[in-house]
């Protein structure tokens, strides 16, 4: 069953391009992770530091091979350099 997962970073102020380089590299390696579906990033109109990225895969099963992917805690470890605190993740499936 196809899942939706909900990450939600806060950055420091100033760090706008960096992330968006590097969320632009890490959905490029997600296309080619087994299970992923698409993604999206959204900035929140009422605080312009803080960012959400929703994605769809395939199973919780998929998203957590790509969760534990050496590539992708490479980029995660980009992201927190740049962060004001930790990110949230959730994870939602479908009805």
């Known amino acids: 069953?196809?899942?939706r997962v909900l990450?939600?970073?806060e950055i420091e102020p100033g760090n706008e391009l960096?992330?968006?380089?590097?969320?632009?590299?890490l959905r490029a390696e997600a296309t080619l992770?087994?299970?992923?579906?698409?993604?999206?990033?959204?900035?929140?109109l009422d605080n312009p530091n803080k960012f959400l990225v929703i994605s769809?895969?395939?199973?919780i099963e998929d998203w957590k091979n790509w969760q534990n992917n050496a590539k992708r805690k490479k980029f995660q470890e980009?992201?927190?350099e740049l962060m004001r605190c930790?990110?949230?993740?959730?994870?939602y499936t479908y009805l």
Do not use: P
């Not at 299970?35 to 900035?43: A, D, F, K, N, P």
């Not at 769809?56 to 199973?59: D, E, H, L, Q």
């Open 7 to 9: 990450v939600e970073r």
């Open 33 to 44: 992770a087994k299970g992923y579906i698409s993604g999206e990033t959204l900035r929140a």
């Open 1 to 3: 069953m196809a899942i």
């Open 56 to 59: 769809t895969w395939n199973s």
């Open 78 to 80: 980009e992201l927190r």
């Open 18 to 25: 960096k992330l968006h380089q590097t969320l632009t590299k």
């Open 86 to 91: 930790a990110e949230k993740t959730i994870v």
